[in-house]
Each structure stands twice: as C-alpha cells, then as structure tokens.
C-alpha cells in the first residue's frame, strides 16, 4: 500500500511537470497550431510511457517487458532534458526582462522566447543522442596510480581492476556483459573488484545475462560485494548465482592474498543500507577485519557505497574502492549525488584513508551518460615516495 502510494505520488509530480513545460514552451514554438497540438500529444504520451518503462520489470512477458523499457527510460532521458532546459530557458529569460526593464527596448524579447523555445527540444533531442551513444558504447579504460606509505617492494604495480554499477537489466544484457568481461581479461589484472551493482532483476529473469563474468580471470581471483540494487532484486539468491559463476563474496570478511612473497588484505563489505533489507547483512568494515593479520598493512577495502569511507577509516584501512554515484550519470544529478555520499567520482582522501569511486561500468535507468563517462578502473598500488 506504501508503495502504491508512492507511485501514486510520484506520477503526479511527473503530471505536473510536463504541464510546466508544455505552458512554458509550446505558445512560443515557432509552429502552427497543429504542431503545436502534436507536441501536447507527445507530453501526453511521455507521460504515460515513463511509468510503463520504470514498472516493465515487473512484466513477466518477454520481449514486451523489454521493448516497453527501452520506450520508457529514452523517454525518461530525453524529458529530463527538456525539464532541465526549459528551467534553464525560464532563467535566461528571466535575466533577459531585468535587462528590459532597466534599459527598455533594447532586447528583441519576443525573438527570444520564439529562439530559445525551438532550440530547448533541440538540444534535449541532441543531448539524449549523445548521451545515448556514450551509455552503450564499451566503457573505457581509466587508469589510476595510488601512492601508499611503506608499500612493500612486491607490492610496487599490484594492479586491481575494478567494475562497478553494471546493472544487468531491461536494457543491458548479455552481449553488454561480454564486452566488459573481454576488456577486463585484456588487462591481465592481479586481482579483480567487483563493487556492486552488477543486476536489476531476478536471477530467474537475468541468468543467462550475467553468465560472461564466470570468464573474469585474474592472477588473485575476482572478489564481489553486494550493492543496494542485489537486495532489490533478491540478494540471497544472486549471492549464490555469483559464487556459482566462480566470484568470491565478500559479506563483511576478507581474504589475505601473498603476492611475490608480500601479503595484503582484501576485504569486503555488504552494501550501507543492507541492514534495512537483512540485519543479519548490516554493512560492518571493522568486522570484515576480524582475525587479519595485524602485521598485514595493505589493507583494501571494496564497499559499494563511498560513505562506508569514514568507518573504513578508522578501521584502518589503506584503500576503498566504490561505485554506486555513477559520477552522476547525467547533468544535473551530479549535484544531487553530493547530497548523499562524500565523494562523486575519481580518487579521494579521508581520514588517512584512500577512496576511488568509479562512474560505473554501466548505467542506472535512462540509457544516458553525460559528463559522467562509464569507466573499467585499472588500480594500480605505487610507492608513495614515487609519485
């Protein structure tokens, strides 16, 4: 009932948001009437899909499921531009009769509510193109070198690599998932992180589709932690999907890997807010210590979410690897992300503590990416002193 009546609310948002649009755009295009009634048509109609593509993982129906997915989520995309830009268009103009009014008549105001009114679909057409593009296109490779204080020689280019924030879904599947495992294999890693994030949906419904990471080869194995989105979708049940595809789960433990005769722990916890769904998961670095070795001083922790930071502090840990921000993903969710987490994206310091938090490997909801590109993070521990 909760649930319903958060839909409920949700929608209406949505209603009124596109009723904001449609008044502020659609007198100024620089169309006919007919035109202009298509375009009430369209926001008709994105109202109505939007929901349909957000809820059309619940549809056991395949491909429909999936079709009604992809329909909804560009239509997503492509109205958060809109909203975005007609905002920004509502500023401009705003400024634009300041101007007017201090200095009349030496702006073409109405030129510029017929310009800007036309360009605001444009380019929320062009961004939503763009942003698709760089969603599905094979995430790049990004390199980054981690000083650490009195790392042992042996230790000097261990490398890690890290994937974050698949989210194997509606519109992400297995050739998706190849490309990726493909890419990380080429590395040749030391040892790989998976931080989470990795499904939207059952392992009924997504089996098949994430099947290519039992290929993830490293020197050390590949290590995984739960994010947020497992315990959406049923986190006992992926837990034993991914220990059956050969990954090494880390429910607030850790494992002590020897590399040329050094040593260094890998631990891993649940994600933050899993207490809410099990407490019996609740996110604890300091238990995911419990019995290493204290003379082990590479301490490396992977923890979906960037705000386990301050308790891996002072638990004592050297690194944390994170995802779950998507760097934003789209402008402007960038800033929103700040709200709740410490660190956006890129390499950080807290505490003492180092933290890298990856833009992810896929996408969350609108196949969109803008200033956020996806990201294979190539890890690599150097002497402090070199850098």
């Not at 904001?20 to 298509?38: E, K």
């Not at 994105?46 to 329909?71: F, H, K, M, T, Y």
């Not at 238990?287 to 930071?309: C, F, K, W, Y």
């Not at 998507?326 to 390499?347: D, E, I, K, M, Y």
């Amino acid at each position: 009932m909760r649930r319903i009546s958060f839909l409920v609310r949700v929608i209406l948002i949505g209603i009124l948001l596109h009723v904001y649009v449609g008044f502020r755009l659609i007198p100024d295009l620089p169309v006919g009437t007919p035109l202009r009634a298509l375009a009430a048509l369209w926001l008709v109609l994105s109202v109505c899909v939007i929901p349909l593509g957000v809820l059309a993982r619940n549809i056991e129906q395949q491909p429909l499921a999936d079709r009604l997915a992809w329909l909804g989520l560009l239509v997503l995309g492509f109205f958060s531009s809109l909203l975005v830009l007609t905002l920004a268009r509502d500023l401009l103009l705003a400024s634009l009769l300041t101007i007017d009014a201090i200095r009349p008549h030496t702006l073409p105001l109405a030129t510029w509510r017929i310009n800007t009114a036309a360009a605001v679909p444009l380019l929320a057409l062009l961004s939503t193109a763009v942003g698709l593009f760089n969603a599905r296109r094979r995430a790049r490779v990004v390199t980054i070198d981690i000083p650490i204080d009195d790392l042992p020689a042996a230790l000097d280019g261990f490398t890690i690599v890290q994937i974050s924030d698949i989210h194997v879904g509606p519109t992400i599947k297995r050739s998706y998932v190849d490309a990726i495992v493909d890419a990380v294999n080429r590395l040749k890693p030391d040892l790989i992180a998976v931080t989470g994030d990795v499904v939207d949906g059952s392992v009924e419904q997504l089996s098949s589709h994430t099947q290519p990471l039992s290929r993830l080869t490293a020197l050390h194995g590949a290590y995984l932690v739960t994010g947020n989105h497992e315990y959406y979708s049923g986190a006992h049940a992926w837990i034993d999907e991914f220990r059956r595809l050969g990954l090494t789960v880390l429910l607030n433990e850790h494992v002590v890997v020897e590399h040329k005769g050094a040593q260094a722990v890998i631990a891993g916890v649940t994600d933050y807010s899993a207490g809410h769904f099990d407490p019996a998961h609740a996110s604890d670095p300091a238990a995911a210590l419990t019995g290493a070795p204290g003379d082990v001083l590479i301490r490396v922790l992977l923890a979906h979410q960037p705000r386990s930071a301050e308790a891996a502090a002072d638990a004592g840990f050297t690194l944390q690897l994170s995802g779950h921000t998507h760097g934003g993903q789209f402008f402007p969710w960038n800033f929103f992300v700040r709200l709740q987490q410490p660190f956006t994206a890129g390499l950080a310091r807290m505490n003492g503590l180092w933290v890298y938090t990856s833009r992810g490997t896929g996408y969350w909801g609108p196949p969109k990416r803008l200033g956020a590109p996806s990201e294979i993070t190539r890890v690599r521990l150097v002497p402090a002193e070199g850098v």
